[in-house]
């Protein structure tokens, strides 16, 4: 049985406890997780101190640099290692984490490092009554040690979103990754340590939220800045942790995304980029859109098309090249998702296609899996059109005017991202502009920039990450005047 642990000052150490991890295939354990318990995550905290002041405070951007090009390297040198290992813990298609996941985890680290070389400063030569005049200009400094909370969907991509540009900046961190993807950070640990990492500067705790890693780490008075990635709740409960000694958050949380699909659209590009943002990674997508509203004339077409789509998507392992959905990340998420298929049937929903669990066979049956979904025939109230869901499941209504859509589109607590479907690209600016989201494609879907602003509105994020916009979470700006 495989065993994960901790990764603190460049070592893997046990916890006060273990936890199982189990696949999503099948609930089988595959792995016992050390759990970091508040001794840990002390010592994790006090190593990441060290560090900040040790040889990684020391470096010039350059060599920081030439570092994190090597990370990322070595991820791609390791590349199937890093494959196996998420797709054990998620489950999820390899031929997704091949192409989004695994490459997306080693391009943050050079990305940033690229942003943070080419960084602008800002510099003014101001004039004085006694005509010496003086020199203003801003130096950026790491914000110290930053600790960097991650939720399982995407858990190397997202957890070195953060891990990333905190790095560049010069920070040192404490990454606290879900309970249920604890392997590709771990794995990360050996990847810093074979590059020449200093010890410290990366390290590694888990276990769960409350009275575990991820409150001990967010309530340490020792960590600087919290940047967090998951639900809407835990995100409100961290920026209460994070009060108590003023520390800032970056917060990436929930989403009820709409995609509004006009007559005009490209029918086939509509359909194929709806098909991805509502079953991607069995719907596990904080970007993924659970809304969907097409205009009336194409309604019909729209819901049967979508309907043939979602019927095609094989629902299977990750190492079969057929599979196009994998399970739900695990048995208890499955719950959650199922108690939203019923409701929907409660709430008079017509039930398109699915609406239960796929059949499996031999030990899958046990697995997290649940059949792709479509509803239709909901009032804009209803649970399954406000509340996330995060499973392969989209409910489709029809709209007469471009002023109704973007009403009934912008009705929601969330505002993480849109999805508007036309050829008339004056539409397109038109409708973008007045959407109440932190992204927003026309035509598109997951496409994007990395040096882009990336959050949410609303109560799906506060802040923004990407290129330079991270730099203005993950260092302090100091203003320097000195008279001449
Ligand atoms: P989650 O909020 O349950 O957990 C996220 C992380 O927070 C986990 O590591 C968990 O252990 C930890 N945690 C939980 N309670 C905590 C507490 N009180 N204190 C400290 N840490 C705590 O989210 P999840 O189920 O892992 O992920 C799914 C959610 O993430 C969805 O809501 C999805 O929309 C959101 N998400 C958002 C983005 C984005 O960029 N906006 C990206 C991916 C996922």
């Known amino acids: 049985m495989k065993q994960i642990r901790n990764f603190i000052n460049g070592e893997f150490v046990s916890g006060s406890k273990m936890f199982e991890k189990r696949s999503p295939l099948n609930n089988a354990v595959i792995a016992q997780v050390c759990e970091a318990g508040k001794d840990e995550v002390d010592f994790a905290v006090r190593a990441a101190r060290a560090a900040l002041h040790g040889p990684w405070g020391k470096l010039v951007v350059a060599d920081r640099v030439d570092l994190l090009y090597g990370v990322a390297n070595e991820i791609v040198r390791r590349f199937d290692e890093f494959l196996e290992a998420e797709c054990a813990d998620t489950g999820k298609p390899m031929s997704l984490a091949r192409h989004i996941d695994i490459p997306r985890g080693a391009a943050n680290f050079k990305i940033f490092a690229d942003v943070v070389k080419n960084v602008p400063t800002e510099f003014f030569e101001l004039a004085t009554p006694d005509g010496r005049g003086a020199l203003n200009y801003a130096t950026r400094s790491p914000i110290g040690v930053v600790g960097i909370v991650c939720p399982w969907n995407l858990p190397l991509l997202l957890m070195t979103w953060k891990a990333g540009p905190a790095l560049a900046c010069g920070n040192t961190i404490v990454v606290k990754p879900s309970e249920e993807t604890p392997q590709t950070a771990a794995l990360l640990g050996e990847v810093m340590n074979a590059v020449g990492i200093p010890k410290g500067v990366y390290n590694v705790v888990h276990g769960f939220g409350p009275a575990s890693a991820g409150e001990f780490l967010t309530t340490h008075q020792g960590v600087n800045a919290i940047t967090f990635t998951g ?165 489709i209504s029809p709209f007469d005017s471009e002023d109704e859509v973007i009403r009934r589109a912008n009705d929601t607590t969330y505002g993480l991202s849109a999805a508007i479907w036309t050829t008339n690209l004056q539409r397109g600016h038109r409708v973008a502009a007045k959407i109440e989201a932190g992204l927003v494609w026309v035509n598109s879907w997951f496409l994007r920039d990395l040096r882009t602003p990336f959050g949410g509105a609303k109560q799906s994020g506060i802040g923004r990450e990407g290129g330079v916009h991270s730099l203005e979470f993950y260092t302090e700006l100091k203003n320097i005047c000195v008279k001449l």
Not at 336 to 350: D, H, I, N, Q
Not at 370 to 394: H, K, M, N, Y
């Open 231 to 395: 639900e809407t709740r835990t995100g409100a409960a961290i920026m209460k942790a994070a009060a108590d000694g003023a520390r800032p958050v970056s917060l990436e949380m929930g989403g009820k995304n709409p995609a509004i699909v006009f007559a005009d659209c490209d029918f086939e590009a509509a359909i194929e980029g709806t098909m991805r943002s509502a079953f991607s990674n069995c719907g596990q997508v904080c970007l993924g859109t659970e809304r969907v509203y097409v205009e009336r004339p194409i309604f019909d077409k729209f819901v049967a098309a979508l309907k043939q789509g979602a019927e095609n998507l094989k629902v299977g392992v990750p190492g079969d090249p057929a599979t196009g959905i994998g399970p739900l990340i695990s048995l208890e998420h499955k719950a959650k998702v199922l108690s939203y298929y019923r409701k929907a049937k409660e709430e008079g929903a017509t039930v398109v296609t699915g609406g239960g669990v796929p059949n499996m066979s031999g030990d899958l049956a046990d697995g997290a899996w649940v059949q792709p979904t479509i509803w239709t025939g909901l009032s804009d109230d209803a649970a399954v059109c406000r509340e996330e869901i995060f499973g392969p499941c989209c409910h």
